[in-house]
């Protein structure tokens, strides 16, 4: 049995898999971000969601060949990444398990951990990719002075034209009758009490208005389709320089797979494919998994019992059913 965890700012996903291939059971739980909910929470949630991911599938954690905590902002902090580390070590044998960052989800599922580099873009974002030996990261340095093209960093965006439409510095589009509509407000300034009271200037909360810029863009509204064209140009650019950084030759093909809800947007593959195209020779690889199911691959892959054809072949499947079950 091999478990898969994709944490992520909004939710975390858990999975069980067999040997053969067999989904056994999977388990949405809350956001895994530990900067927004605390250390404890984030080892709360870890050892509630085994006990219930196990529980489902009438397994005990003695069962379990390996595990993969996919988990946000690991390795970016030497002392919290140490205390991720011992989280599972409530339910699992400590040599049965490894923690590292969510990115590594993403791309192992996208390209069923062969070379090439995936994109991450949901409520933060994030580039990572392995050639042969080498591994490499661009981007992730958080909401304050990084996350471009995410979620959040559209919203901000989004939000910030608000204000500016509101103002008069802007002039007014869709988007200003649009976020006043579905936020519910008057008065303009009453978005301020929306954002800093209600959201409570919550990360993963305030991601959430991401799609109201991309509702406006496709109303017309100039100003918000601009955003949307600055955030694919901001991922290629993620992807552009983890290329560099893995020392693929300028003239060699590399495949490029994405994940995140960001890339579900009218468009934004479209955006972000014309942005990629004019960096360099990448292949557009449509996600071969979800990010979730990468985490199992990963699991089996390091250590040293990976996944047979036949089993990835069942495990293919399943990928809708998988993907309903963690919406």
Not at 64 to 90: C, T
Not at 134 to 161: K, P, Q, V
Not at 245 to 256: H, K, P, S, Y
Not at 270 to 293: D, H, N, T
Request: overall charge negative; hydrophobic content about 45%; aromatic content about 8%.
């Amino acid at each position: 049995m091999f478990v898969g965890v994709d944490g992520g700012g909004s939710k975390t996903a858990f999975i069980l898999v067999d040997r053969e291939g067999l989904v056994r059971a999977t388990h949405v739980a809350g956001g895994s971000y530990y900067l927004a909910i605390g250390m404890d929470a984030l080892g709360e949630l870890v050892t509630t969601s085994l006990d219930s991911l196990l529980a489902k599938a009438g397994v005990v954690a003695g069962n379990v060949e390996y595990a993969f905590f996919g988990l946000p902002a690991y390795g970016e902090d030497r002392e919290a990444a140490a205390q991720m580390d011992r989280l599972p070590e409530q339910r699992l044998k400590r040599d049965v398990f490894l923690c590292g960052n969510d990115m590594i989800c993403g791309w192992a599922g996208s390209l069923e951990c062969r070379d090439g580099i995936n994109v991450v873009a949901g409520t933060g974002s994030i580039a990572y990719g392995e050639r042969l030996t080498t591994a490499a990261r661009c981007g992730g340095w958080g909401e304050l002075f990084g996350d471009e093209g995410s979620a959040y960093w559209i919203a901000c965006r989004g939000l910030d034209l608000f204000a500016r439409m509101s103002d008069g510095r802007a002039t007014r589009g869709p988007l200003y009758e649009l976020m006043r509509e579905r936020v519910g407000i008057t008065d303009d300034l009453e978005m301020c009490g929306h954002v800093y009271v209600t959201l409570r200037g919550d990360r993963a909360r305030i991601a959430q208005l991401c799609p109201l810029v991309v509702e406006a863009a496709t109303m017309g509204d100039v100003a918000a389709n601009a955003i949307l064209e600055q955030a694919a140009h901001e991922l290629a650019s993620l992807v552009e320089a983890t290329r560099a950084r893995l020392g693929f030759a300028a003239d060699e093909r590399v495949d490029v797979s994405w994940s995140g809800g960001v890339f579900e947007g009218a468009g934004m593959m479209a955006r972000f494919g014309m942005a990629l195209a004019a960096r360099g020779p990448f292949r557009l690889r449509e996600p071969a998994f979800p990010p979730v199911i990468g985490a199992v691959l990963y699991a089996a892959r390091h250590c040293g019992r990976p996944f047979s054809e036949a089993a990835l072949a069942r495990l293919r499947a399943s990928r809708q059913d998988v993907i309903g079950a963690l919406r």
